[in-house]
């Protein structure tokens, strides 16, 4: 499962992107937990496919 405290940091920075804007900094924070986020997502779709098996 993904971790709730990225996700939640990921929602704080949209949410204040929306209303005030970003710095630099906060722009490429925001691009990492993104990037860290799809690559826990893609792990544990894979572990799902991995663990299909097909039955004919």
Excluded: P
Aim: aromatic letters at 6%; glycine letters at 2%; charged letters at 45%.
């Amino acid at each position: 499962m993904m971790n709730k405290e990225l996700i939640e940091k990921i929602n704080s920075l949209a949410k204040k992107q929306r209303e005030v804007g970003l710095s630099e900094e906060e722009k490429e924070e925001q691009q990492r937990l993104r990037q860290e986020y799809l690559r826990l997502f893609r792990m544990e779709f894979k572990k799902i496919l991995d663990s299909i098996e097909t039955v004919d």
